[in-house]
T-cell receptor, first 115, second 112 residues
């Protein structure tokens, strides 16, 4: 595709609800990243996939957060039993693993508001 | 813990001015430093600087990396209102792959 796409763009959830956020990376990009961006802050790393393998999930804030990329393309970030502190923009990025470049390209994000 | 500090936090200048944005870092396994521009949505990639590429230029934007002093600057000359955005600096371990550690950003506002 032309760029990284994410859906939904906006999500309002009541506290305690489960949510699922989707990311479609750039076609052919091997690496996929999830970041959480709070208002007025820089993005903070959540987790990283290379193809379908989740190689680093050290940034996931709790066991309520779960990410998957079963076929090495589309990824879903799931948050169970949402809390108000989960309100943030969730950014997905992809990159092509190779000797040249490797910069990460970001999607527009999903703004999650937990009420 | 890896740390990236950007300054100033915000900057307001008039159109046509030149600005310099700063980024200092402390990381345990440095390989690359990246600059992004974030308007209302996705951060868009500007530059990546590594040991083998410590100076980059594109149009009115340029950036240098000082690996000895552990900082980078982003220069924008002849600023335009379209340059208004948050500028994010990030460091990463492997030429932009694997996780990036971001600063809080510098909010730049250009007054016509």
């Amino acid at each position: 595709g032309a760029g990284v796409s994410q859906s939904p763009r906006y999500k309002v959830a009541k506290r305690g609800q489960d949510v699922a956020l989707r990311c479609d990376p750039i076609s052919g990009h091997v690496s996929l990243f999830w970041y959480q961006q709070a208002l007025g802050q820089g993005p903070e790393f959540l987790t990283y996939f290379q193809n379908e393998a989740q190689l680093d999930k050290s940034g996931l804030p709790s066991d309520r957060f779960f990410a998957e990329r079963p076929e090495g393309s589309v990824s879903t970030l799931k948050i169970q039993r949402t809390q108000q502190e989960d309100s943030a923009v969730y950014l997905c990025a992809s990159s092509f693993t190779g000797r040249r470049g490797g910069e990460q390209y970001f999607g527009p994000g999903t703004r999650l508001t937990v009420t | 813990e890896d740390k990236v500090v950007q300054s100033p936090l915000s900057l307001v200048v008039h159109e046509g001015d030149t600005v310099t944005l700063n980024c200092s870092y402390e990381v345990t396994n440095f390989r690359s430093l990246l600059w992004y521009k974030q308007e209302k949505k996705a951060p868009t990639f500007l530059f990546m600087l590594t040991s083998s590429g410590i100076e980059k230029k594109s149009g009115r934007l340029s950036s240098i990396l000082d690996k000895k002093e552990l900082f980078s600057i982003l220069n924008i000359t002849a600023t335009q209102t379209g340059d208004s955005a948050v500028y994010l600096c990030a460091v990463g371990p492997n030429f932009g792959n694997e996780k990036l550690t971001f600063g809080t950003g510098t909010r730049l506002t250009i007054i016509p």
